[in-house]
């Protein structure tokens, strides 16, 4: 019903305006890099300590009231008993006219300046609108592509692997509200749901719910109004009969109940169109990340012989020390390298960008600046080969391990993915067919440094082959982008899946066309696969 509607979009209402979003562009943008997360640790640290002092500041008044009420009525007790001794009766003169004046002084002096000046201060480096909305779409994210319910996630089930974690009545409710901004009302009615019953989940509720709420009665009430928007009406009612059973007394809830009963009987609407077009958008951006980043869906007959390897001949140092090679895919050729990292290189890559990586972001012609998109969350840096002795040796190493052209290159980009951090499916490649053949360098193959284990979650899949690779610290995920005469191979096509459970760290190399002439030249049929330089030589 359109009262509904709009009472629904009226609980929350954003905006971003074309200074907001070159703004953005440069924020710190919390949830997109769980790496950077120990800062909000420390600094929740920082601010526990600092309540601590009011705290210990409030005690310490109190006690020196409580000593003075105890001293004060020893006093009354005396006096009472030589009321008639005049240095009683002088005492007594003076601390009624000085003493009591003292104590409203004493009250009247506030408590904690010092330290809600400390938390005024840090309010530029909380956490903002748009980290939550990071967040909350993290989670949606994360829920849409393993397809998890929403009980289950707040109760710590993920995937199938159950965690000693859940979340509150409060997340529940505000991740509901984050849908029914975007009128993802089925999910909304979900999430609202979780939060009830996480409200009645057993223990003693945190003072925090108990400060600013939810109140039960508040989400049975939101829950009505959701339901009322679905036109699901003895869903409603219910609802709105459980938050009045709540809090009986609640006139607004009452009146709201009313309305929609009144509204019932009076004039009926249909189910308008908008609606169903709400739900087929939510669907569609649930299915921007494929439903196989689970690893569980089968894998192709043709994908199913292929083999492992030890490489000794792309590079005459790999007669020493061959690099242990997985063939994934032949056409197109797609290999994982094993051992292409080492713990102290990874360790070295890591800690020298996090003070350096910021929201990933892309140039966009509507505002002319960058901006932060929502097709990717995660941070990122870009370095040169020469930047450490770590980006040195791995150079070296991908350049013997596929026998191309490291001068010929990007610069590496370190990424660490966020809270549910994906990338949306996409091609790597910059150009179109017309344009590279103009002499323009290209993008023509693509290889992902994984620096660290995910435990759960963040494979890299491509969805046209069904190959679902899994992070594993110190291997490197390597693909070409242009077959061999200089096409785009479309199915590279490739997405980062959410990651579920842990902080993944890879470095991403793009190798380019031009100057790999003599190493990848152009084939045809009547080419020798022999002259090949390059790693697709091992399975000619």
Known sequence: ????????????????????????????????????????????????????????QLSHKAETIRRGIHQMKEMLRKRKSFWNNPFIAYSLIRHMQADWLMWQEYLEKPVGLEQLAYMQSRNLTMPREHDFMDAADGVTRMQGTYQLLASDIANGLLDRAQYNSS???????????????????????????????????????????????PKKADLYNILGQVRAELEKHDGAFEAYHKALKETPHDLKIYQEYRAYEKGLLTSPEKRPDTLKQDEEDEAYVREQLPNCCSGRC?????????????????????????????????????????????????????????????????????????????????????????YSKATLKITERLQDATGLDMNH????????????????????????????????????????????????GGAT????????????????????????????????????????????????????????????????????????????????
């Not at 063939?327 to 960008?353: C, N, V, W, Y």
Request: proline share 4%.
């Open 1 to 56: 019903m359109l009262i509904y509607r709009l009472l629904l979009m009226g609980i929350l209402s954003r905006g971003l305006s074309l200074s907001q979003v070159l703004e953005e562009s440069t924020e710190q943008r919390y949830s997109r890099s769980v790496a950077n997360m120990d800062e909000l640790l420390k600094m929740e640290d920082d601010l526990t300590g600092n309540l601590e002092k009011y705290k210990e």
């Open 167 to 213: 979340l509150a009545a409060i997340d529940c409710l505000e991740l509901g509200r984050d849908m029914i901004h975007q009128n993802y009302l089925p999910s909304a009615e979900q999430w609202i749901l979780a939060g009830i019953e996480a409200y009645d989940r057993p223990g003693p509720q945190m003072e925090m719910q108990l400060l600013r709420g």
């Open 298 to 386: 089968e894998v192709p007959p043709k994908l199913r012989k292929l083999y492992c390897l030890y490489n000794r001949v792309t590079s005459p140092f790999l007669r020493l020390a061959p690099i242990k090679t997985e063939i994934l895919s032949i056409d197109p050729f797609i290999t994982l390298l094993h051992d292409m990292i080492s713990a102290k290189e990874s360790d070295l890559i890591r800690s020298s960008s996090k003070e350096h990586i910021l929201p990933s972001n892309y140039y966009s012609g509507e505002v002319q600046a960058l901006v932060v998109g929502s097709s990717r969350f995660s941070k990122s840096v870009w370095y040169k080969n020469s």
């Open 409 to 456: 290159t990007e610069l590496f980009q370190v990424i660490n993915y966020g809270l549910g951090g994906f990338f949306e499916t996409h091609m790597d490649l910059k150009l179109s067919d017309k344009d590279r053949f103009q002499g323009n360098a290209d993008r023509m193959a693509t290889a992902i440094f994984y620096l660290s284990n995910v435990t759960q």
């Open 461 to 540: 899949y491509f969805p046209s082959l069904n190959i679902t690779v899994f992070p594993k610290f110190g291997s490197a995920l390597f693909w070409f982008n242009l077959d061999h005469k200089g096409n785009h191979q479309m199915e590279t096509i490739h997405t980062g899946c959410p990651v579920i459970v842990g902080s993944k760290w890879v470095v991403s190399k793009f190798i380019e066309d031009n100057g790999q002439e003599f190493r990848r030249p152009c084939m045809d049929s009547k080419s020798n696969p022999k002259e090949f330089i390059s790693i697709e030589k091992l399975i000619f």
